[in-house]
């Protein structure tokens, strides 16, 4: 009666265990990996607790360089970085949002944009994710295609120079702009084993890193011909009133006098004398 006993548990806790086995190998096969766990930030890098509002205030931001912003639902969030040729560079983002007081789901996009504004296509990563109402956290990526050396003018290639991050709530109730979020931000660059294009290079960077707010340090060279000489003190008429002469001048004086000749010709081929 004993060895029977033990024979059913054992053959219950078997197929325990048996019933057991299908979930916790799916959840060992499937991890789901937030974007900031796939990289890493740079040893000794400060956290950038700023963003900008538009492109001319967008805060510089290095690859590797973390970012911790404090914002609000509904805001438009840019950084800028500089890309070099043969570099992949991979955005990743983490939003944390609020435990209390969404009513709906929400939809978030990371948009890449060059120096010339042109919007740049993510090969990989959640671009436009969306999360329901009692989501905790959404996670954004894009992966840019390699940085070129060179490319045709008509093309979209992603090319040297200064790069813009555009993070943006585009689908979400009315009642729920304004809550508080939090943003976390990674950018990372790969060097390629592709550095260069053939047929040409790029000469210089397609924007230069712009620093809003600084004040120009050199002072513009005055123009030699328009400066009058320093002589014997005569004091020359300035000129500065007179318009700029430009083709629309030119076209204006030629139809004027066109127009005078015409109604001259006109009035004394009319005209009778008496």
């Keep these: 009666m004993r060895t029977n006993t033990w ?49 001319l205030t967008a805060t510089a931001v290095a690859p590797g360089q973390p970012v911790s912003v404090a914002g609000s639902t509904g805001d438009y969030l840019y950084w800028s970085f500089t890309a070099t040729a043969g570099q992949t560079d991979r955005v990743a983002i983490t939003v944390t949002l609020p435990p209390k007081g969404r009513t709906g789901g929400s939809t978030w996009t990371v948009d890449v944009f060059d120096g010339l504004r042109r919007r740049q296509a993510c090969t990989d990563g959640a671009q436009t994710p969306t999360v329901n109402a009692t989501a905790g956290t959404v996670s954004l990526g894009c992966t ?23 993070l943006s709530v585009t689908d979400l109730p009315e009642a729920d702009l304004g809550l508080p979020v939090r943003v976390d931000m990674l950018i990372n660059a790969e060097d390629g084993d592709d550095p260069g294009v053939e047929g040409g290079r790029l000469r210089a960077p397609l924007a230069p890193p712009a620093r809003p707010g600084s004040a120009l340090t050199v ?56």
């Design 7 to 55: 024979r059913l548990a054992a053959a219950m806790l078997a197929a325990a265990a048996f019933g057991a086995l299908p979930a916790g190998a799916a959840r060992a096969a499937d991890p789901t990996p937030t974007p900031d766990s796939t990289l890493t930030p740079s040893p000794g890098a400060a956290v950038v607790n700023r963003a900008g509002t538009t492109f």
């Design 144 to 166: 840019l295609r390699q940085i070129r050396g060179w490319a045709e003018p008509w093309s979209g290639d992603p090319l040297p120079g200064t790069y813009y991050v555009r």
């Design 219 to 274: 002072a513009p060279t005055p123009d030699p011909s328009a400066t009058p000489e320093a002589g014997d003190g005569t004091s020359f008429v300035s000129l500065d009133w007179l318009p700029d002469l430009s083709s629309r001048w030119i076209w204006t004086t030629v139809g004027g006098v066109l127009a005078a000749i015409a109604g001259v010709v006109g009035f004394s081929l009319t005209w009778r004398r008496r």
